[in-house]
């Protein structure tokens, strides 16, 4: 009964960070609220990604995108999934635009 219970609760720990790391990928939360709140609550928050990096304008690597809409699909958890693909595909975008403009910025300091 206890290896259950460890399991049930490593499961439970498990889907808090996947619904977290939802939550402040899909801008329904902050990660400063994330923090607040479960400082309060007296609970380390747990993300599946650096929600830091996340705040300093980085971009969560698409495969950890993938990993959750992959957790969510079993959970059958379809509007997340959705929700989570639009941020994949807005993410894919800005880096390709993010790629466009360091090649312009190259080819000016090239014509100099």
Do not use: W
């Not at 969510?72 to 997340?80: D, P, Q």
């Amino acid at each position: 009964m206890r290896e259950f219970d460890e399991i049930r609760e490593e499961d439970e720990l498990i889907y808090q960070a996947m619904v977290d790391s939802y939550l402040v990928l899909t801008k329904k939360i902050s990660f400063e609220y994330l923090l607040a709140k479960r400082e309060r609550q007296g609970v380390e928050p747990a993300l599946v990604f650096d929600g830091f990096h996340l705040d300093d304008g980085g971009y969560v690597e698409l495969s950890t995108i993938d990993n959750m809409i992959d957790y969510f699909v079993e959970l059958e958890e379809y509007e997340r999934c959705e929700e989570l693909v639009s941020v994949k595909k807005r993410i894919i975008k800005e880096k390709k635009a993010e790629e466009r403009k360091q090649k312009r910025l190259k080819a000016k300091k090239k014509k100099k």
